[in-house]
């Protein structure tokens, strides 16, 4: 028994779920919206983020808005208050134009006292000279400003009172091993610096630009965006194909008794020219998972790799049965591919089709073997 809100008993009863619920949602739980998951994030995984935002989005937006020279990444002790450094124009004259994004990680929305000495550093280092002023210069976190600095980023010369004011607590001993006191020129340069460039990217705004980027949906899920473009087989024949075509013709010749190493021979059998068209849109569609990786998937994940050893294992002993001729191979050899359950947990798995299957069996014997005394994937008996 409970209590209900005007203090009358309450008995409690079995409760009643009236949500429809998935298979997905019981494994993995209920569903957490990018912009909360970026709250709890921890340091090693925002500073890897903050690696694929700027190769997957940061460099790509401004080689086509801003025609960036190059971006780069100064993180450390010795960075002078600079983190990731995008160069508009690039020279070694002190003219460059640049923008800069200092990352910060808390486990809340940034304060004024934890940035002041960063507004320090800028100062300091572009009076001296070791830097240009930037173009602009925004902070990035997790959880974002809070107001009070949002509120001193929008008010620039509140900001520059504000950094005055709190140099002695923040910023003398802690923006170089020697003392930086705010007196004379520097004081000076302080008053008549432009505040104007200091600016923040909220997560949301980050958040926005980073699902633009191929890594999104492997830290926040939501599945790809994506689906893989079919490509058509060309017309003619390419380098890249030689190798499993010279090894079609083999079995061809095998099954014809005579030597097969062109598209005007093998025309005057009608059948086996349409097999050989089929095995080439075959070893294309299998392409086009491959292209559809390199693309819009992470380095690295090796997906396609991954099927193609898994095709290997599953047809290599059909590969070495007994057969009339190199062209039952070939046939033998593919019609088991189809048949083939690969694993569920590959990327791709959800992609593959009958072709893709059969066209990575041309994909594999198109490699040529990493052990010459062991045959990988020959579609041609060897008794010539």
């Known amino acids: 028994m409970e209590k209900s809100v005007d203090g009358e008993l309450k008995e409690i009863r079995e409760p009643r779920y009236t949500k429809e619920v998935s298979n997905k949602q019981l ?27 700027i190769y997957g989005y940061l460099m790509s937006e401004y080689e086509e808005v801003k025609k960036i020279d190059k971006v780069i990444r100064l993180a450390g002790s010795g960075d002078k208050g600079r983190d990731v450094v995008a160069f508009e124009k690039y020279t070694k004259d002190g003219k460059e134009l640049w923008d800069n994004y200092q990352c910060k990680h808390y486990n809340g929305p940034l304060a004024p006292s934890q940035v ?12 001296k000279g070791d830097y240009s002023v930037p173009q602009n210069y925004y902070f990035v976190s997790p959880q974002g400003v809070g107001t009070s600095l949002a509120d001193l980023l929008m008010k620039p010369e509140e900001l520059k009172k504000g950094l005055i004011k709190n140099w002695d607590r923040h910023c003398l001993n802690k923006i170089s091993k020697e003392k930086v006191e705010l007196t004379g020129d520097f004081k000076n340069y302080v008053e008549q610096f432009n505040f104007s460039i200091f600016d923040s990217i909220n997560p949301g705004e980050l958040i926005n630009q980073y699902q633009q980027t191929k890594y999104f949906p492997f830290r926040f899920g939501g599945g790809l965006i994506e689906n893989p473009k079919r490509i058509g087989k060309p017309s003619e024949i390419k380098k890249d194909e030689q190798l499993y075509v010279r090894k079609l013709y083999d079995a061809y010749s095998q099954r014809k008794r005579e030597k097969i190493t062109s598209l005007s021979r093998l025309r005057k059998y009608k059948l086996l020219f349409q097999h050989f068209q089929r095995q080439r849109t075959y070893f294309y569609q299998a392409e086009s998972l491959r292209v559809f990786e390199r693309d819009t998937m992470p380095n690295g994940l090796n997906a396609f790799e991954e099927l193609k050893e898994q095709v290997y294992h599953g047809i290599i002993d059909t590969i070495y049965e007994e057969y009339e001729d190199g062209y039952e191979r070939v046939k033998a050899t593919t019609e088991k591919a189809k048949t083939l359950i690969l694993a569920s947990d590959n990327i791709l798995i959800d992609f593959v089709n009958v072709q893709d299957r059969m066209g990575i069996c041309h994909h594999l014997a198109n490699e040529k073997s990493k052990e010459p005394d062991e045959a990988q994937v020959i579609w041609v008996i060897d008794d010539e």
């Open 116 to 127: 002041w000495v960063e507004f320090g550093k800028v100062c300091y280092y572009t009076y």
């Open 27 to 53: 494994l993995m739980g209920n569903y957490v919206t990018p912009i909360d998951r970026l709250k709890v994030i921890s340091e090693d995984e925002f500073e890897e983020l903050i690696e694929e935002w």
